[in-house]
């Protein structure tokens, strides 16, 4: 299945039509618009000229044939292929370093044999991710900017091929959307943008019964890792290592002190982004450990 770019939303909602349908199993492939909705093609194009009211498109919804409100959706991310160019746009007052941007300002950025092309000196070799995610929330509209406990802007650096992406169902279908790929991104996309570009997504979506992970979960090929959302970032890391404290009382056989000692000796507290509505911060935890337990997903 190909689901066009044209076929978007702007915020994930339980009243959102779904116009494709799938299996469970089914792979499925999304094409999708930059962050900026396609209102970024020359350096000429600032970041006042973007209709903010179609920021942040996201593929979709699509609708998984027997999902159902409390289960749990497992994307298998399988594929990401990326257009020739993508664009960073500044704007005063925008960002984390905002009290330093002066004026607007967009630098259309080349991808050129596997690399990100910044100028004559410098060139990046591209890491494509997705910043935008998410299945719909159990009811109202939530704007595809603001990261929640339904996934959407988390702008995770680790949301990237060859990893799985776990997403609560919330409602029949789970309705699941994505966009906003990124080339190249830093933690805390400290300006509140990484290398913004179309491209074409490649997912395996399986509806998992009862199953024991907290969700938005990610499993890499080395980590599990729980992701939060909060308005501080104190208050989204400390979320996120709850939510990994949970995971390992559900799979682990020690007692709760152990395994807040493990916590501390093994997982890595990591920032997201610090930029959107909603702060994102992740926890991680190696494999291996689990594997000792034999606990696997």
């Known amino acids: 299945m190909y689901i066009k770019k044209e076929d978007s939303i702007v915020s994930m909602s339980p009243n959102n039509e779904a116009k494709h349908h799938c299996k469970s199993g089914d792979t499925v492939v999304f094409q999708t618009s930059d962050c900026y909705n396609g209102s970024i093609k020359t350096e000429k194009d600032l970041f006042h000229l973007i209709d903010y009211s179609n920021i942040n498109p996201a593929t979709g919804p699509l609708y998984i044939d027997g999902a159902e409100s409390g289960d749990v959706l ?55 991710m997705i910043g935008v995610i998410g299945t719909a929330p159990k009811e109202g509209a939530i704007l595809n900017g603001t990261p929640g406990e339904h996934g959407s802007n988390m702008d995770c650096n680790k949301i990237q091929e ?95 002190h152990e395994l807040i000692m493990l916590l501390s000796i093994a997982g890595n507290m990591e920032v997201c982004q610090v930029v959107n509505p909603l702060k994102t911060a992740r926890m991680t935890m190696p494999i291996w450990l689990f594997d000792k337990y034999n606990v696997s997903i």
């Open 74 to 128: 497992r994307v298998d991310i399988l594929k990401i292929e990326l257009a020739s160019q993508g664009a960073m746009s500044l704007a005063p007052g925008r960002g984390a370093l905002k009290d330093f941007v002066e004026e607007e300002r967009t630098k259309i950025i080349k991808i050129e044999d596997g690399y990100a092309v910044f100028n004559d000196t410098l060139k990046f070799p591209i890491n494509p």
């Open 162 to 256: 060859g990893t799985s992406l776990f997403l609560p169902v919330n409602v029949a279908g789970a309705l699941l959307a994505m966009g906003d790929l990124h080339a190249v991104m830093g933690n805390g996309e400290s300006a509140t943008c990484g290398i913004e570009i179309d491209g074409e997504i490649t997912v395996k979506v399986t509806v998992l019964k009862d199953a024991i992970m907290p969700t938005p979960f990610l499993k890499t090929k080395d980590e599990y890792i729980t992701i939060a959302a909060g308005k501080t970032l104190d208050e989204a890391s400390s979320q996120a290592c709850f939510k990994m404290l949970d995971f390992l009382k559900a799979t682990v056989p020690l007692d709760i």
